[in-house]
């Protein structure tokens, strides 16, 4: 199985909501990443989580919570987002953080859009 | 951080004919990925080039790598209508100290092939 999976794919919010995203993969990959990407620009690193740990925030608002919960699983919980936070948000995973040769596999995305 | 920028910014051509997009970066590398993403989708992993080879093939695709010039080219030979996406390129930079390599996506170019 070399499918990343996300759900919701579409999600609609409110300022002042709580919502979750989520990932998963079945590829025992131990690096997985969190991407926003505006319209017709390249994704942006958000977040990297190494062996279930948060290894690298690029500075991103506190708004903006992950959570790995295992190895197959993360998420990204929104809470008090800004219109401007309405994008495509992907999920990646790769073997082992670090590795030179590693590709990265990504999800289909989630749009979301705050109201 | 090592972002790669391509051109051209989108490229329109008719079936069949070959298409190419050129991706330059500022310094040095491990190795150098292109991804596509078809319309508001996730991106798929293409092709990977280390820093010491100066060709690669697979199926219809061919990439180059000029270190010297710091610059890389993908070709896409006999286009299909299927091949309409946008391609980035991603240079990986040489991990070290706190850096892990990280993956930055170049700005894309959106490549539209007509039936």
């Known amino acids: 199985d070399t499918e990343v999976t996300q759900t919701p794919k579409h999600l609609v919010m409110g300022m002042t909501n709580k919502k979750s995203l989520k990932c998963e993969q079945h590829?025992?990959?131990?690096?997985m990443y969190w991407y926003k990407q505006k319209a017709k620009k390249p994704p942006e690193l958000m977040f990297v989580y190494s062996y279930e740990k948060l290894s690298i925030n690029e500075s991103v608002p506190s708004r903006f919570s992950p959570e790995c919960p295992n190895s197959s699983l993360l998420n990204l919980h929104l809470h008090a987002l800004q219109p401007e936070d309405s994008a495509l948000y992907l999920c990646?995973?790769?073997?082992?953080?670090?590795?030179?040769?590693?590709?990265?596999?990504f999800g289909p995305g989630t749009r979301l859009t705050v109201l | 951080s090592q972002q790669g920028e391509e051109d051209p910014q989108a490229l329109s051509i008719q079936e069949g004919e070959n298409a190419t997009m050129n991706c330059s970066y500022k310094t040095s590398i491990n190795n150098l990925q292109w991804y596509r993403q078809n319309s508001g989708r996730g991106l798929v992993h293409l092709i990977l080039?280390?820093?010491?080879?100066r060709e690669k093939h697979s199926g219809r695709l061919r990439v180059t790598l000029d270190t010297s010039k710091k610059s890389s080219s993908l070709l896409i030979t006999a286009s299909r209508a299927a091949d309409t996406a946008s391609y980035f390129c991603?240079?990986?930079?040489?991990?070290?100290?706190?850096?892990?390599?990280?993956?930055?996506f170049g700005q894309g170019t959106i490549l539209t092939v007509h039936p």
């Open positions: 990646a995973s790769s073997q082992v953080l670090g590795l030179p040769y590693n590709e990265q596999f």
């Open positions: 590829m025992g990959h131990r690096a």
């Open positions: 080039i280390r820093s010491n080879e």
């Open positions: 991603a240079p990986r930079e040489n991990a070290g100290g706190t850096s892990y390599g990280k993956l930055t």
